[in-house]
């Protein structure tokens, strides 16, 4: 079975900088759509980036464009987020998440049948 353990939250001054880390096990995560979802509070869960299968370059919303940076080490089935110039709304709880099923990789959360446990994000002064 495929499990999902994010890490690399924490809080952070606007402007700063975090590395997420999603790590799977159980299957290479080469074999799904993998995307990173955030989710503040008395918001709905949002797409921040997603990949496809066939390792594409990475899809952002709109609000991380330009700043925020999705990648993945093959070797150590690993996926990470880079988020550079951080703001206040940035915050939120980010989860990792697999769709092993979609022909497409999309952002939309209903899609994604695995879910890590969420890593907290929070910027502020």
């Known amino acids: 079975q495929l499990q999902l353990v994010e890490s690399g939250g924490g809080l952070v001054q606007p402007g700063g900088s975090l590395r997420l880390s999603c790590a799977g096990s159980?299957?290479?995560?080469?074999?799904?759509?993998i995307g990173w979802f955030r989710q503040a509070p008395g918001k709905e869960r949002e797409g921040v980036s997603w990949?496809?299968?066939?390792?594409?370059?990475?899809n952002y919303g709109d609000s991380v464009k330009g700043r925020f940076t999705m990648s993945r080490d093959h070797a150590k089935n690993t996926v990470y987020l880079q988020m550079n110039a951080l703001k206040p709304e940035d915050t939120g709880v980010y989860y990792c998440?697999?769709?092993?099923?979609?022909?497409?990789?999309?952002?939309?959360?209903?899609?994604?049948?695995?879910w890590g446990q969420g890593t907290q994000v929070t910027v502020s002064s």
């Open positions: 998440a697999a769709d092993p099923r979609s022909r497409y990789c999309t952002s939309s959360p209903a899609l994604y049948d695995y």
């Open positions: 990949i496809s299968r066939t390792g594409g370059s990475p």
């Open positions: 159980g299957v290479t995560l080469d074999y799904y759509c």
